[in-house]
C-alpha cells in the first residue's frame, strides 16, 4: 500500500501498538531547552530515576540569554536560575550543551540542523512548540510538554496516537519579492490557525521543493501555528546536500548507509492523505499580519480589514478586539502602519539566507528617525560568525542596527529585550499574540526582507518596489 512520508516516519519508529491503535514511539533525538527541562529532571531524580540515553540529548540555553555583553553573566534572577539549572542538570548527567558562551550556542532550532544534530528519517522531539522546524529536513519533529519532556529522559519513548495527515501542496514558482516566510504565512491565511489541528502537515509541490533547506525550516517552523504538532518535506538533494560534512552527521560508509535510506522519505506518488491543500505560488505576495494571531494577515498592499464585513459572530468579535489591541483602523493601507522596532531573528527567520536577504535592502540604507531600535539577532553563534564573515554586521550597523549575540531574544521578551507598552514592531518571528513582544506591544509578522524595509521607511512597505 502506498505510504505517506509521515506514515514511513512513524512505522520505523513504532516500538509497541496498543489496542487502541496507541503506540509507543522511539525518539531519536531530544533537543533540550532551559525553560521546559528543569521540572523534567526534578523529577526523575525524584523518582529515582536517570536519563536513559545520554547520546540522544543535546542542550542548548536560548530563550533567557542576553544578547549583550554576555562576559557579565545574566542581570535577572530568574532568567539566570533556569539557565545554571540547565547547566547543572547537564553537567550531573554528562548531556552535551552548548553553553552561553560557546560560538556554537544559539537558538535550539537553529543549531540542531546546523550541527547535522537533527537528521532525516529522525524522530526529533523538543519541550518547544517550534520543534516542528525539523520536520523539514523530512524528519518526524513535534513540539512536548515537560512531562513528556521527562518521560523522553527515562524511556526514550512517547505514548502517541497517530494524526491525520495533511498535504499542503504549492505549486509554481514564488513570485519575485516573495520568500518561505511569506508563503507559510499565505498558508495560514488561508487554512486559519486551526487549520492543521489534529494533522502532521507534509508541504509539497514544486514552490516547496525550489526553496532552500533554510527555507523550509522557515515553512516547518510555522505548521504549528497552523494548528499542527508536525511539518514535513520529503527529502531529495538539497536534504543531502546541506547535511554532508555537518559535525553530528554520518561520515564513509555510514553516510552512504544513511543516504539510501533517506532517498525513500519522501510520499509514494499513489499516497493518499485526509486533506490536500492546493495553493497556487503565483497568488502569493509579500505578507504583513495586522492582528493578534498569524492568520491575521494579508499582502502589504492590502488595507486593514473591516469586521464589519465579517459574517461570522466570532470571527468578526475577534477583528474588533484585535484591531483594538492593535490601534488600528479598518481600511487603513498596510504601508500606512509606522512602526517603532524593528526585531530581525528567531528560529523562523534568523539563519544567514535571512540576514543576508535584510542586509541586502540594509545596504547603503539607513534605519528610518521614528525606529527607536532596530535588531539583528543571529540564531546561533556560527551563524554570527558566518555574517561577520560576509560583512553582513558591517551593513547593519552602517545603516543603524544593532548587531546582538545569538538567541531567542524580542521573539518572546524572556529577556532584556522587549517592546514597551503601545510600541509596534516589524517582526520577522512567528507569534503575535498579544504581549508576545512585551506586556502592549503590537507585532507585525513579515519576512527579513520586509522587516529591513521598514526599518529603513519607518513603514511598512513593499519589499517588491522599494528603491
Ligand atoms: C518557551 C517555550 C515552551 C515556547 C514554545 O513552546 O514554543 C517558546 O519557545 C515559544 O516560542 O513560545
Ligand atoms: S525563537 Fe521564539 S519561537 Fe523560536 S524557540 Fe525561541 S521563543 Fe520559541
Not at 486551526?194 to 494533522?199: E, F, K, L, P, V
Request: proline share 4%.
Amino acid at each position: 500500500m502506498p505510504q505517506t512520508l509521515y506514515d514511513k516516519l512513524w512505522d520505523a519508529h513504532v516500538v509497541h501498538q496498543g489496542p487502541d491503535g496507541t503506540c509507543l514511539l522511539y525518539i531519536d533525538r531530544h533537543l533540550v531547552h532551559e525553560v521546559t527541562s528543569p521540572q523534567a529532571f526534578e523529577g526523575l531524580e525524584l523518582a529515582g530515576r536517570k536519563p536513559w540515553r545520554i547520546s540522544a540529548n543535546l542542550a542548548v540555553a536560548d530563550h533567557n540569554v542576553p544578547t549583550t555583553a554576555r562576559s557579565e553573566g545574566i542581570q535577572d534572577p530568574v532568567s539566570r536560575l533556569q539557565v545554571d539549572t540547565l547547566d547543572k542538570n547537564c553537567d550531573t548527567w554528562g548531556i552535551t550543551e552548548f553553553r552561553m558562551n560557546d560560538r556554537r550556542q544559539g537558538i535550539v532550532h537553529v543549531i540542531g540542523p546546523e550541527q547535522g544534530a537533527t537528521l532525516p528519517g529522525m524522530t526529533v522531539v523538543c519541550g518547544d512548540s517550534h520543534t516542528s522546524t525539523h520536520g523539514a529536513m523530512g524528519a518526524l519533529a513535534f513540539g512536548i510538554g515537560t512531562s513528556e519532556v521527562e518521560h523522553v529522559l527515562a524511556t526514550q519513548t512517547l505514548l502517541m496516537k497517530k494524526s491525520r495527515s495533511m498535504l499542503v501542496r504549492v505549486e509554481g514558482e514564488l513570485p519575485f519579492g516573495c520568500t518561505a516566510k511569506d508563503l507559510i504565512l499565505y498558508v495560514i491565511g488561508r487554512i486559519g490557525t486551526a487549520g492543521g489541528t489534529g494533522y502532521a502537515i507534509e508541504f509539497g509541490g514544486s514552490a516547496v521543493r525550489a526553496l532552500s533547506m533554510e527555507g523550509r525550516m522557515t515553512v516547518c517552523n510555522m505548521a504549528i501555528e497552523a494548528g499542527a504538532r508536525s511539518g514535513m518535506v520529503a527529502v531529495d538533494q538539497t536534504t543531502i546536500d546541506y547535511f554532508r560534512g555537518r559535525p553530528y552527521a554520518p561520515e564513509g560508509a555510514l553516510w552512504d548507509q544513511a543516504v539510501e535510506y533517506w532517498r525513500t522519505l519522501h510520499s509514494d506518488p499513489d499516497a493518499v492523505f485526509d486533506r490536500v491543500v492546493e495553493i497556487d505560488a503565483a497568488d502569493i505576495e509579500p505578507q504583513v499580519s495586522w492582528g493578534t494571531s498569524p492568520e491575521m494577515v494579508a499582502a502589504v498592499g492590502a488595507r486593514v480589514p473591516d469586521p464589519a464585513a465579517e459574517a461570522d459572530d466570532v470571527r468578526r468579535k475577534g477583528m474588533e478586539r484585535a484591531l483594538q489591541y492593535m490601534d488600528l483602523k479598518a481600511g487603513t493601507p498596510l504601508s500606512e502602519i509606522a512602526i517603532d522596532k524593528v526585531f530581525i531573528g528567531s528560529c523562523t527567520n534568523a539563519r544567514i539566507e535571512d540576514l543576508r536577504a535584510a542586509a541586502a535592502v540594509a545596504r547603503g540604507r539607513r534605519v528610518a528617525s521614528n525606529v527607536r531600535l532596530a535588531m539583528v539577532v543571529p540564531g546561533s553563534g556560527l551563524v554570527k560568525e558566518q555574517a561577520e564573515q560576509e560583512g553582513l554586521d558591517r551593513i547593519f550597523l552602517e545603516a543603524g542596527f544593532e548587531w546582538r549575540e545569538p538567541g531567542c531574544s524580542m521573539c518572546l521578551a524572556m529577556n532584556a529585550d522587549r517592546l514597551e507598552p503601545g510600541e509596534r514592531c516589524a517582526s520577522t518571528s512567528n507569534r503575535n499574540f498579544e504581549g508576545r513582544q512585551g506586556q502592549g506591544g503590537r507585532t507585525h509578522l513579515v519576512s527579513p526582507a520586509m522587516a529591513a524595509a521598514a526599518a529603513v521607511a519607518g513603514h511598512f512597505v513593499d519589499v517588491r518596489t522599494f528603491q
